[in-house]
């Protein structure tokens, strides 16, 4: 059974920093492309970062480039979001997702889905 967990969420004041984790089970990230989504609520889901499998490519959505960065660990099969300079706009659901085999990592073609971790940015 595929499980994605999202972890590291939480609440955090403007200007600061959060680390979120995705820890996978089930399914080898070393072939897959990785993304991070966020939902706020009553809004659509939005892409925010990718991380290629291969040559660990990263793309970014234009809200958060510059502040997160995605890395990946593959001996833990875990990536991550590090997030800085957060602002109030940044609260929501973040999601991660794992693409398809060898797909590149942007557009992102997901597979898999975890649960979320919401974080909350204060004013």
């Known amino acids: 059974q595929v499980r994605l967990v999202e972890s590291g969420g939480g609440l955090v004041q403007a200007g600061g920093s959060l680390r979120l984790s995705c820890a996978a089970s089930?399914?080898?990230?070393?072939?897959?492309?990785v993304g991070w989504f966020r939902q706020a609520a009553g809004e659509e889901r939005e892409f925010v970062a990718s991380?290629?499998?291969?040559?660990?490519?990263?793309y970014y959505g234009a809200s958060v480039k510059g502040r997160f960065t995605i890395s990946r660990d593959n001996a833990k099969n875990t990536v991550y979001l590090q997030m800085n300079s957060l602002k109030p706009e940044d609260t929501a659901n973040y999601y991660c997702?794992?693409?398809?085999?060898?797909?590149?990592?942007?557009?992102?073609?997901?597979?898999?889905w975890g649960q979320g971790t919401q974080v909350t940015v204060s004013s």
């Open positions: 997702a794992a693409s398809r085999r060898y797909m590149s990592n942007y557009p992102f073609a997901s597979e898999y």
């Open positions: 089930g399914l080898t990230f070393s072939s897959r492309a």
């Open positions: 991380i290629r499998w291969n040559d660990w490519n990263t």
